[in-house]
Nanobody, 127 residues
Framework: QVQLAESGGRSVQAGSSLRLSCKAS???????????MAWFRQTPGKEREFVAA????????DYLDDVRGRFTISRNNDFNLLFLQMNGLKSEDTALYYC?????????????????WGHGTQVTVFS
C-alpha cells in the first residue's frame, strides 16, 4: 500500500504561483522511488483530469497541454515527496488536486493507470 497526503492548496489571485506537495508514506509497498507518480485535478461534475506525471528517476515527464510551460512536476525520492510547481495560474486551474502513484514505472495520462490516491488539496484561483 502507498499512502499519499497532499498539501499546499489555497486561494490565490490569477497570475500567481503555487507549489503543491505530496508526501508518500515511508513504508510504501512498492517503494515510491520505484514507481511513476502523477497529479490529477477535478472540479464538481467533471471527470478527474490528468495534469502531469513523472517517472521514478525523473527521466520522463508528461503534461496536459493546457499546463505545459506553466506547471512543472518534480520529485525527491530521498524524502518520498512529489511536487507540482504552478506558475501563471488561471481561473480555469481551480480544482481539487490529487496526487497519484502507479504500481510500476509507466507514465500514463489516464487515471486508471494509477492505483493509489491522496485525498486532494483545493486550489482556487480568483480574478
Amino acid at each position: 500500500q502507498v499512502q499519499l497526503a497532499e498539501s499546499g492548496g489555497r486561494s490565490v489571485q490569477a497570475g500567481s504561483s503555487l507549489r503543491l506537495s505530496c508526501k508518500a508514506s515511508e513504508a510504501s509497498d512498492p517503494p515510491v522511488r520505484r514507481i511513476a507518480m502523477a497529479w490529477f485535478r477535478q472540479t464538481p461534475g467533471k471527470e478527474r483530469e490528468f495534469v502531469a506525471a513523472i517517472s521514478r528517476l525523473s527521466r520522463t515527464e508528461d503534461y496536459l497541454d493546457d499546463v505545459r510551460g506553466r506547471f512543472t512536476i518534480s520529485r525527491n525520492n530521498d524524502f518520498n515527496l512529489l511536487f507540482l510547481q504552478m506558475n501563471g495560474l488561471k481561473s480555469e486551474d481551480t480544482a481539487l488536486y490529487y496526487c497519484a502513484a502507479a504500481k510500476d514505472n509507466q507514465v500514463r495520462a489516464s487515471a486508471s493507470g494509477y492505483s493509489y490516491w491522496g485525498h486532494g488539496t483545493q486550489v482556487t484561483v480568483f480574478s
